[in-house]
């Protein structure tokens, strides 16, 4: 029987948890022996009752905790070689010869080293007596998997690290708090976020919360005196009408010429050349602690699954595997190559070489650095020499998807920025027919980062009739050259309206681009819509309070979120809290599924179970509804458990934007532009949505998104999510794991 042994190293991040509990279930799923080496390479070191045999139920119930439950640590020994000598040993007593290693790039480094010094230390062990030769064979090589638990975000290889979406909540809350006292005083804010030598977290905190200034290791201010430019960037925008200055700091800043910039410099030159009053804020250890946000614990229970299935197929063999993640789909790269460009964009920034570290960090990084300037700007560029001034026209249609003022603030900001008029149209298509049309300028989106709702107004109205007469007056009246439609299903809809009537009304013949914002997650042409990161979340918060108010008595809750007939968010805050059922539209309800559920709860119950949770997606069926499921239950379980109802309604369209919507909202709008200023003007000009599809922004013309809709379900046809269902089943109940695909 395969034995794989699992640990957690280095420095903590919020969801390596659930990491944990994804190895340790799916390894049990698929046939392992299942081992917890505790406080990391120490107890490795340590050996005796530092690695444990884990069973099912050990890893339950720590999906939502924050910390490790198996411990990380620190450990020198294991940098020597007689202290991974000792570890070889501890692990050939237990037989263990899979390992997989979750920390940063220090814990990594030293699995990699391991890995290749493996077959040496079992010679070695074998030569002083330690292990028998028989014992040394049947495990001659040692296969490593690596997930990356880091708040700093910080490894080449993967798009993003387990703790870095927790890490990006925690400072966006304190920095969202910290504007609106800032506000209050006219004040300026230095604040220091972590990240050692990666400007990730104080990149992505600047675009979420709308910071004026941001400082990151990659790429210095290219002036050697980049305070004057800060601080008339920073007087600029007071003057234009900005109440408060926030700057943000990566821990690891530096200039041009490689000198720390602290954040105590930056206040201090606030202070000499502005005469502001200016307060350092260093959040520390704030950003490692709390409960894991939805998105890493889903990252983490997808990447445990990933590597075990890895170690169990047989794929890795020969070198260390890291398991990443772009887009949205799982990847699997050398550990050896991932780390050696980490190493090099460590030392490009150490020598001051900032061209080759932006390029080492990717597209999305540089895309976003390159937003963010735009979007500190306290007034816009004057326009380049021959740039044609476009009007581009911003609406939000359907219902409200937190993230939608984030979206109009990027296209409006960058649409200026790049010479044009940008109008919002309030009240979506109903405003749209009564002219409720304005133009907008730089500070009428201001401190609409974080804002959930829409400012301009939206609704679900769908044009008909005499609608689309006004609308093409209106369109023609302001001269709208180009559409920006930010909206969900009904705004696609819309959008679709007006295209095929453009041989009817010629002034629909303008390009138009749908952007999907809808909690729902239910668009065409789109991964992820902004908005569902955000209800993901209350969903996540909502059933973790739920879970706790159950502690004393024995109940099953029947938890209903909104979705209509989509089970995106139902499927992912399953997996997210952990449920041990879930109801969706696209799998159908059968009487017969009920009542085995039903069996399969008294039992749990008989056997001490002290509470059930099940998410039903609201339109998951339209006879059995949540009532039906809570009698039902309530019936049959009899003195063994109480069932209650949970629906989660309108909480989950509310709230302001969780920093990966206030980001994706940002890159989509920033993309949506430069889409619209290539199509105007053009004799054929192109109508589309955009979306992320494979891990890249791709716009699909309406004619195919047509193609893709399922209109009767109001969903796309094809959905990538449901090829998660078996991971869902399988980390609730052990039953159903197929491949991760
Ligand atoms: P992180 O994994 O968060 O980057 P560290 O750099 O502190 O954190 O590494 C955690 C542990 O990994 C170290 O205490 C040590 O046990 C091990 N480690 C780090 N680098 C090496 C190395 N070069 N060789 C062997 N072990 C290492």
């Keep these: 029987m395969k034995k794989i042994g699992v640990l957690t190293s280095g420095g903590d991040a919020l969801g390596m948890d659930a990491a944990v509990r994804a190895v340790v279930r799916a390894g049990i799923a698929a046939g392992a022996e299942m081992y917890a080496i505790y406080e990391g390479y120490q107890g490795m070191v340590d050996g005796n009752g530092m690695i444990r045999r884990m069973v099912w139920g050990d890893v339950g119930g720590i999906l939502y905790k924050g910390g490790t439950v198996i411990g990380t640590a620190r450990c020198d020994d294991f940098r020597q070689r007689h202290g991974r000598l000792r570890a070889a040993q501890n692990l050939l007593n237990h037989g263990i010869d899979s390992l997989v290693v979750i920390g940063g790039d220090g814990s990594l480094t030293g699995a990699n080293l391991f890995r290749q010094e493996w077959g040496s230390l079992l010679d070695e062990l074998v030569y002083n007596d330690q292990i028998p030769y028989d ?8 296969t490593v998997v690596g997930l990356v638990g880091s708040i700093d975000n910080d490894m080449w290889g993967t798009d993003i690290s387990i703790g870095a979406d927790t890490a990006l909540h925690r400072i966006t809350d304190a920095v969202d708090a910290i504007s609106s006292t ?3 005083h006219q004040r300026s804010f230095v604040v220091e976020v972590m990240g050692r030598r990666c400007g990730y977290l104080a990149l992505m905190s600047a675009i979420a919360t709308g910071a004026d200034w941001v400082l990151i290791p990659e790429s210095p201010p290219n002036l050697d005196a980049w305070e004057n430019k800060m601080c008339s960037v920073l007087k600029n925008g007071r003057e234009n009408g900005r109440r408060d200055s926030i700057v943000i700091v990566a821990e690891g800043a530096q200039d041009r010429h490689g000198n720390a910039i602290s954040c105590n410099y930056v206040k201090q030159v606030l202070e000499e050349r502005l005469q502001e009053d200016a307060r350092v804020t260093i959040l520390g250890h704030v950003q490692r602690g709390g409960s894991p946000s939805a998105f890493d614990r889903n990252l983490s229970t997808l990447m445990g699954t990933a590597a ?11 070198e260390a595997t890291l398991i990443g993640l772009k887009g949205n789909k799982i990847t699997h790269a050398s550990l050896e190559e991932c780390l050696a460009k980490t190493k090099e964009i460590g030392e490009a920034i150490k020598s001051c070489d900032y061209g080759r570290a932006m390029e080492l960090r990717g597209r999305g990084f540089q895309e976003a650095f390159q937003t963010v300037r735009t979007l500190v700007r306290a007034i816009p560029h004057d326009p380049a020499p021959g740039q044609k001034q476009r009007r581009i026209a911003v609406i939000n249609s359907g219902a409200p998807a937190p993230g939608m003022n984030t979206a109009v603030r990027a296209a409006v900001r960058l649409g200026l920025d790049k010479g044009h008029k940008l109008f919002g149209i309030s009240n979506g298509f109903s405003g749209f027919a009564e002219g409720e049309i304005q133009e907008l300028n730089w500070m009428s989106v201001n401190g609409w980062a974080y804002l959930g709702g829409s400012e301009l107004g939206t609704n679900r109205h769908i044009p008909a009739n005499s609608d689309f007469y006004k609308i093409a007056r209106n369109i023609e009246e302001h001269n709208i050259e180009g559409l920006l439609i930010i909206g969900g299903w009904s705004a696609y809809v819309a959008a679709l309206e007006l295209y095929q009537r453009r041989d009817n009304y010629p002034a629909f013949n303008l390009p138009i681009v749908c952007f999907p914002a809808t909690i729902d997650n239910d668009l065409p042409g789109a991964e992820l819509s902004v908005g569902a990161d955000t209800a993901l979340n209350s969903i996540v918060d909502s059933v973790d309070k739920i879970k706790q108010s159950a502690v004393a008595s024995r109940r099953v809750f029947v938890v209903e979120v909104m979705g209509e007939r989509c089970g995106y968010l139902a499927l992912m805050g399953a997996l997210g809290t952990g449920a041990e059922r879930v109801y969706l539209h696209e799998e159908g309800m059968r009487l017969t599924d009920l009542a085995k559920d039903v069996e399969s709860l008294v039992d749990g119950f008989k056997s001490g179970k002290r509470l059930g949770v099940i998410i039903r997606s609201e339109g998951a069926n339209d006879t059995y509804t949540t009532d039906f499921m809570c009698t039902l239950l309530e019936e049959e379980g009899g003195d063994y458990f109480t069932a209650r109802k949970a629906v989660l309604g309108h909480m989950q369209q509310g709230g302001n934007p969780t920093p990966f919507d206030r980001i994706l909202a ?30 890249a922004f791709k716009f699909t013309e309406f004619h195919d998104m047509a193609r893709l809709m399922d209109m009767e379900n109001r969903r796309p046809k094809q959905q990538w999510w449901l090829t998660l269902r078996p991971i869902a089943r399988m980390m609730a109940n052990g039953r159903s794991h197929e491949k991760l695909v």
């Design 182 to 184: 800032a506000a209050s």
């Design 135 to 142: 014992v040394a064979e049947a495990h001659r090589t040692l």
């Design 308 to 318: 075990v299935d890895a170690i169990m197929s047989g794929q890795v063999t020969g």
């Design 666 to 695: 940002t890159r989509l709008a920033t993309n949506c532009i430069t889409y619209l200023e290539e199509e105007i003007g053009k004799s054929e000009q192109v109508s589309a949505c955009i979306g992320l599809q494979n891990g």
